[in-house]
């Protein structure tokens, strides 16, 4: 009986670490998959807030968004002017 029990271990023991891998590769690609994509939701008080820029959401007001919108080719621009001194992170 005490052969039973030592298996019965070694496979729960296995079986546990076949759902901890399956849960590392699960979790790793939910985190691959929200660096790549972005998403938008309204916030509480009216706002737009864009997700998956960075650590925390970019959340401005409708009017806001209008005015940095209207200088998108404004800021393409400085981008471009200024490119030797921007960074880049992904």
Do not use: C
Not at 8 to 27: F, P, R, Y
């Amino acid at each position: 009986m005490i052969a039973v029990a030592s298996n019965s271990k070694d496979k729960a023991t296995a079986d546990l670490l076949q759902q901890i891998e399956a849960l590392k590769a699960e979790l790793a690609k939910a985190k691959e998959a929200k660096h790549k994509s972005l998403s938008m939701k309204v916030s509480d008080k009216g706002a737009l807030s864009i997700y998956g820029l960075g650590r925390f959401p970019v959340t401005l007001y409708r009017g806001q968004w209008e005015r940095l919108l209207s200088l998108v080719p404004a800021i393409h621009e400085f981008i471009k002017n200024n490119s030797d001194k921007l960074t880049t992170k992904d």
